[in-house]
């Protein structure tokens, strides 16, 4: 197993920045992919941002060129720079990793959340 924790929520005004932090233990060695979702009130979960293990980043339409994911695999750590921030970005945000084990043509995929951290955004 594998264990997430996010820092770095809070509140921020309309068109601000926030940096979100989240810390992976445990069985950290077969993650591959890191990312972030969101999830507001009455809201499905979405994924915002995912970041392979060799740097490949991918993004939701609507947080392209305000948000962004980096990684540092040392630390096992994933962030996520959030500026230009809206009053729509409220939510809260969860760190995500994909672990995956054994060979490619019968790979065993885990998927892990954290807890989660809430965003505010004020108008």
């Known amino acids: 197993q594998a264990q997430l924790v996010e820092s770095g929520g809070g509140l921020v005004q309309a068109g601000g920045s926030l940096r979100l932090s989240c810390v992976a233990s445990?069985?950290?060695?077969?993650?591959?992919?890191m990312g972030w979702g969101r999830q507001a009130p009455g809201d499905q979960r979405e994924m915002l941002a995912t970041?392979?293990?060799?740097?490949?980043?991918d993004y939701e339409q609507t947080v392209k060129g305000r948000f962004l994911i980096s990684r540092d695999n040392a630390q096992n750590t994933v962030y996520l720079q959030m500026s230009g921030l809206k009053p729509e970005d409220t939510a809260v945000y969860y760190c995500y990793a994909l672990a995956r084990r054994g060979p490619v043509e019968s790979v065993d995929e885990t998927q892990y959340w954290g807890q989660g951290t809430q965003v505010t955004v004020s108008s």
């Open positions: 970041i392979t293990s060799g740097g490949t980043a």
């Open positions: 445990g069985r950290t060695r077969s993650i591959d992919v």
